[in-house]
Each structure stands twice: as C-alpha cells, then as structure tokens.
C-alpha cells in the first residue's frame, strides 16, 4: 500500500510540475516567438513524457499514479467544467493509452517494460510514445471535436515533450552519476 502512495504522489507531483513548465514557461515562451500560431496546443508538451515514462515503470499502476494528477491539471485549466463528459474522457484517454499501448507490445512479444539487468531500449519507448500520442490526439481531439491543425499540434508537441523530458532524465542521471563517483 506504501509503494502506491508514493507512486502516485511521484507520478502525480511529475505529471503536475510537468504541465506548470508547459503553461507557465513553455506557453508563453512559444505565444512571444510565434505569434501567428494560433493554436492552444504545446510544441513541446512534457505531460505526455511523464504519462509514457510513468507507464513504462509502472505499468497499469500508472493509470491510478497519473490520475489525480491528470484531474488537477485539467481543474486547473477548466474549472468547473471539468467534469463535462468530454473532459472526463480525456482525462481517461491520457492514462489509460500508455499503459495500453506498452501491454499491447508485451502481448505482441516486445516486452519494453524495465527488468532487471535488461537494457532500455530508448527508440522503443520513444516508440510507444509515438503511438500513443496519435491515439490520445485522436481521441481527445474526437472528444473535443477539434480541428484536424490542432490534432497536428497535439502529435509535435507531444513527442517533443517526451523527448526533450527523456534528454534531460539522460543529462540529470549522468550529473548525478559523476557527482557520485
């Protein structure tokens, strides 16, 4: 039971600093530099590197990890609305692909889930994240009902986000690594 608390006190914490980076940071960043680009979607979306990562260390256990996370940030950015049906399903969409898609590789035969001594494949994970932000885009823009331009920006934004999240864990690991030793 402890092992869940934290795991969803991490996933959830990460999935939330995430998108205050994203809203806070990189938003407006992006709104200064391209003016013209009119759309709310993120070109570099670090939510969707938290769902995928938390996914592929957890597991299903990520659905439970990532969900209040998931339920801030959309309160935050909705309010109130929050619990239309089309929010709740994207809510649901963005924590249940991930986990879908790597089980989906496992029964496939590719089991991409961490073991000990087992190498990470990198390009496989970037992989999953791939697939699964065309499933999440396309989903959350059908429950949205928006425009095919936005589903465009879901997808750059979302493997931007997850890998640009993945070379800072790489640099952070390698700091730390020699601080170490």
Known sequence: MRAW???TVYASAAYVLASLLTFQIVMPLQNMYFPEYASRASLLFLPHGVRVLSAWLLGWRAIFALLPGVFIVFAIL???????????????????????VFYLCKILGWDLFPAPGKRACWTC?????????????????????SATAEYIAYLIGDLSGLFFLMLGLHF??????????
């Open 172 to 181: 952070g690991f390698m700091f730390f690594e020699k601080r170490r030793a």
């Open 125 to 145: 994970v970037m992989g999953v994240g791939l697939v699964s932000s065309l499933l999440v885009s396309g989903l959350t823009n059908l429950a949205f009902g």
């Open 5 to 7: 608390v934290s795991e």
């Open 78 to 100: 909705a309010g109130s609305d929050v619990l239309l049906p089309s929010r709740i399903a994207a809510m649901l969409f963005a924590v249940t692909t991930a986990p879908a």
